[in-house]
């Protein structure tokens, strides 16, 4: 996926940016950039490839000659941004975070005539923030180019633009499924998908962007130069997974959401009468731990850590681009506790169940070292649309998703007409589904989140939230 973070100020904003664009390097594992605008030289930009190492470590040797006091950082898992680009609507800076479902289409329609043309990569694709500049480039101004390119783009797109050393505009996606969040101190402001990457650099929360506004940011504030539609669709997936435990989203904390979801998960179960008989509540690390927490409280059994992490060396299990070396990072990572394993009945809460490839290794590794039974939860609803909005996943294909391949292998095709009652675990197709994972992966149970539960736990109304990659509603 990707985030970003800008600043404006009075003062040097080149460590403000730093720091600020590393604190969203969870948010992506591919590239990332910086562009400062210096009053008195103009705009230097830099863009390293962050696969295999982090950006801090990248950017660091960067650091002295960059200067000003206005500039933007990103993280992408997209192509490498952020970029320079001059037309008749001036020099400016762009990066962007989403996607373009419609790229090809855009090109055809629109790109196609004598006198257009991209800067292939070695993909043969198009850089996507080339592309968003390209239909920003299609307006007169930058307020309408702005929008004339999320109005065109299926997917998702929100943007920042740095026009000249004194001014930021920066564009919610239109249905808001990312947040966008303005900080403000004594001598400027900043912009950022995590407010806790400002917090940590004094600023505190000013403003929060509508779905598809578009403001202006000065050192002295931020105006709004396009209103915000009244339609948002954040995306569920933020509290539950990849937005980070401090931050907060439409005045939801993420860590307080996850420990309410756990609850709810804990009290489903005693409801039931299902997994009351177990020694210790644990958490799939890192993002299923707050899940865990909240489900020991609510169920008063003893949370623990029955294997530790250990992440000196690689940080993230996901950062490898090959999945089979993924997969081996996440086993060698994988410290097991023994005393908190051996001969006890286990509980773990995951944040997802995407693939499932990890899991069954983890299950495994439990076994080995002497588990006597363990049950998992996930906290959200089966997975069974890849997103097509944010790109945070890297499936390619539905069938990449373990629910899909197993309501397939239970009844083809003809099956998916059926996925509401497979994510529901009250129903026979809904207990087939589970029994199937249970069986592949030896878990004692498994139950799911149900979309009720995650809507409950972030406490904002379901028509505001996306949850399209849990029931396929846009």
């Given at each position: 996926?990707?985030?970003?973070?800008?600043?404006?100020?009075?003062?040097?904003?080149?460590?403000?940016?730093?720091?600020?664009?590393?604190?969203?390097?969870?948010?992506?594992?591919?590239?990332?950039?910086?562009?400062?605008?210096?009053?008195?030289?103009g705009c230097k930009r830099?863009?390293?490839?962050?696969?295999?190492?982090?950006?801090?470590?990248?950017?660091?040797?960067?650091?002295?000659?960059?200067?000003?006091?206005?500039?933007?950082?990103?993280?992408?898992?997209?192509?490498?941004?952020?970029?320079?680009?001059?037309?008749?609507?001036?020099?400016?800076?762009?990066?962007?975070?989403?996607?373009?479902?419609?790229?090809?289409?855009?090109?055809?329609?629109?790109?196609?005539?004598?006198?257009?043309?991209?800067?292939?990569?070695?993909?043969?694709?198009?850089?996507?923030?080339?592309?968003?500049?390209?239909?920003?480039?299609?307006?007169?101004?930058?307020?309408?180019?702005?929008?004339?390119?999320?109005?065109?783009?299926?997917?998702?797109?929100?943007?920042?633009?740095?026009?000249?050393?004194?001014?930021?505009?920066?564009?919610?996606?239109?249905?808001?499924?990312?947040?966008?969040?303005?900080?403000?101190?004594?001598?400027?402001?900043?912009?950022?998908?995590?407010?806790?990457?400002?917090?940590?650099?004094?600023?505190?929360?000013?403003?929060?962007?509508?779905?598809?506004?578009?403001?202006?940011?000065?050192?002295?504030?931020?105006?709004?130069?396009?209103?915000?539609?009244?339609?948002?669709?954040?995306?569920?997936?933020?509290?539950?997974?990849?937005?980070?435990?401090?931050?907060?989203?439409?005045?939801?904390?993420?860590?307080?959401?996850?420990?309410?979801?756990?609850?709810?998960?804990?009290?489903?179960?005693?409801?039931?009468?299902?997994?009351?008989?177990?020694?210790?509540?644990?958490?799939?690390?890192?993002?299923?731990?707050?899940?865990?927490?909240?489900?020991?409280?609510?169920?008063?059994?003893?949370?623990?850590?029955?294997?530790?992490?250990?992440?000196?060396?690689?940080?993230?299990?996901?950062?490898?681009?090959?999945?089979?070396?993924?997969?081996?990072?996440?086993?060698?990572?994988?410290?097991?506790?023994?005393?908190?394993?051996?001969?006890?009945?286990?509980?773990?809460?995951?944040?997802?169940?995407?693939?499932?490839?990890?899991?069954?290794?983890?299950?495994?590794?439990?076994?080995?070292?002497?588990?006597?039974?363990?049950?998992?939860?996930?906290?959200?609803?089966?997975?069974?649309?890849?997103?097509?909005?944010?790109?945070?996943?890297?499936?390619?294909?539905?069938?990449?998703?373990?629910?899909?391949?197993?309501?397939?292998?239970?009844?083809?095709?003809?099956?998916?007409?059926?996925?509401?009652?497979?994510a529901d675990g009250s129903?026979?197709?809904?207990?087939?589904?589970?029994?199937?994972?249970?069986?592949?992966?030896?878990?004692?149970?498994?139950?799911?989140?149900?979309?009720?539960?995650?809507?409950?736990?972030?406490?904002?109304?379901?028509?505001?939230?996306?949850?399209?990659?849990?029931?396929?509603?846009?």
């Amino acid at each position: 996926m990707g985030g970003f973070f800008g600043a404006v100020s009075n003062r040097d904003v080149v460590l403000d940016v730093f720091f600020g664009t590393d604190y969203h390097s969870h948010l992506g594992t591919r590239n990332a950039g910086m562009a400062i605008w210096n009053r008195d030289t103009g705009c230097k930009r830099q863009i390293h490839s962050i696969s295999n190492t982090p950006f801090r470590t990248k950017f660091e040797d960067d650091l002295s000659s960059f200067s000003g006091c206005c500039g933007f950082g990103c993280i992408s898992d997209t192509d490498p941004q952020p970029l320079m680009v001059r037309s008749h609507l001036g020099l400016y800076a762009i990066t962007t975070v989403g996607i373009i479902n419609n790229a090809e289409e855009l090109i055809a329609k629109y790109f196609s005539d004598h006198g257009h043309q991209f800067m292939a990569m070695s993909s043969g694709k198009v850089n996507t923030t080339e592309m968003v500049a390209a239909l920003i480039n299609q307006k007169e101004n930058l307020v309408d180019g702005i929008r004339n390119a999320q109005e065109l783009i299926d997917g998702s797109m929100s943007i920042l633009l740095m026009t000249g050393p004194d001014e930021i505009i920066a564009a919610r996606d239109l249905c808001g499924r990312l947040p966008v969040l303005v900080g403000k101190n004594e001598e400027g402001c900043c912009v950022s998908f995590e407010s806790f990457a400002y917090h940590k650099l004094d600023y505190r929360d000013e403003y929060e962007l509508g779905p598809g506004e578009i403001v202006r940011i000065t050192s002295a504030g931020c105006e709004t130069i396009a209103p915000a539609g009244k339609d948002m669709k954040i995306c569920a997936f933020l509290w539950t997974y990849y937005g980070y435990p401090n931050s907060n989203y439409e005045g939801v904390n993420v860590e307080v959401m996850r420990g309410r979801n756990g609850h709810i998960l804990a009290r489903t179960d005693r409801e039931n009468g299902v997994a009351q008989d177990i020694d210790f509540v644990s958490g799939v690390p890192d993002s299923g731990t707050p899940h865990a927490i909240g489900y020991a409280n609510e169920s008063g059994k003893h949370f623990a850590r029955a294997f530790i992490k250990y992440t000196p060396t690689w940080a993230r299990s996901f950062m490898p681009p090959a999945q089979v070396d993924r997969e081996t990072i996440a086993k060698m990572k994988q410290i097991p506790v023994t005393e908190l394993i051996r001969d006890k009945d286990l509980l773990f809460v995951d944040d997802s169940i995407v693939r499932g490839t990890q899991l069954r290794e983890t299950v495994e590794f439990l076994y080995e070292n002497g588990a006597r039974s363990v049950h998992m939860r996930s906290a959200c609803p089966p997975i069974m649309f890849g997103c097509k909005y944010l790109n945070f996943s890297r499936a390619t294909s539905d069938l990449e998703l373990i629910a899909r391949r197993v309501i397939l292998e239970l009844e083809g095709e003809e099956g998916f007409r059926f996925l509401s009652e497979y994510a529901d675990g009250s129903t026979e197709r809904g207990k087939k589904l589970r029994a199937n994972i249970c069986e592949r992966f030896h878990f004692s149970s498994l139950e799911f989140q149900s979309l009720d539960g995650v809507i409950e736990a972030i406490g904002l109304p379901e028509c505001e939230l996306c949850t399209y990659c849990w029931n396929g509603k846009e």
